[in-house]
């Protein structure tokens, strides 16, 4: 086990285009966790999964996003009709049952033209 | 609601000196405090948590559950320390700061 990884690691598209970023986590860690981070700021929490439930999402997370971890192991992140201020790093991380440290994918950058 | 403040973006000390990177929360609960910690093209990962009470790679972080801070310090900085540094409350999600910049200069 490699970690959590993320793909693809850049993606660059254009104003409207749906893009989609994939996630996996390690391998025994049932909670998974998706952040946005732009310069200059930290991860921002966008919604997490314990196993395959949904359990919060952030208010920043508008329609146009959506998230899915459909067996309780990888997870997606959709944005659909991307605009410019989608551009952003999004990270991944995971762990397990108790409380503790998040383990982190080297992100997804996305940019949109 | 938890928020983490990080009051400074920029910090530059001299190798050999002291460093004090600054942490408050706002938590209702018990919290729960890390430091994260980015080297430069590396992925985040954990530097140290209030519960273990370890020392990381010299550095430590006390919680004053008073004055709401979990400062990271350490007595000796080295050229090595310089990364992003940042502050995170565990609480179902996890909070993080802004973050601050460390360079450590020769």
């Known amino acids: 086990d490699t970690g959590v990884s993320q793909d693809p690691r850049h993606k660059i598209t254009k104003r409207g285009q749906n893009v989609t970023f994939r996630c996996d986590p390690i391998?025994?860690?049932?909670?998974l966790y998706w952040y946005r981070q732009t310069l200059g700021q930290g991860p921002e929490f966008l919604t997490y999964?314990?196993?395959?439930?949904?359990?919060?999402k952030s208010r920043l997370l508008s329609d146009r996003f959506s998230a899915e971890r459909p067996k309780g192991s990888f997870s997606t992140l959709e944005i659909q009709r991307t605009e410019q201020g989608d551009s952003a790093m999004y990270l991944c991380?995971?762990?397990?049952?108790?409380?503790?440290?998040?383990?982190f994918g080297e992100g997804s950058r996305l940019t949109v033209l | 609601a938890q928020r983490v403040t990080q009051p400074e973006k920029l910090l530059s000390v001299f190798k050999g000196a002291p460093v004090e990177l600054k942490c408050n929360y706002s938590?209702?609960?018990?919290?729960?405090l890390f430091w994260y910690v980015q080297y430069s093209r590396q992925r985040l990962q954990l530097l140290l948590r209030?519960?273990s009470r370890e020392s990381i790679k010299g550095f430590t972080a006390d919680l004053n559950k008073g004055e709401t801070s979990f400062h990271l310090k350490k007595p000796f900085a080295q050229e090595e320390d310089s990364a992003m540094y940042y502050c995170?409350?565990?609480?179902?999600?996890?909070?993080f700061g802004d973050g601050t910049t460390l360079t450590v200069k020769p």
């Open positions: 991380a995971s762990r397990g049952a108790a409380p503790g440290e998040l383990f």
């Open positions: 391998s025994e860690h049932n909670r």
């Open positions: 999964f314990q196993n395959e439930a949904q359990l919060e």
């Open positions: 938590y209702s609960g018990s919290p729960e």
């Open positions: 209030h519960i």
């Open positions: 995170a409350l565990s609480g179902g999600k996890s909070t």
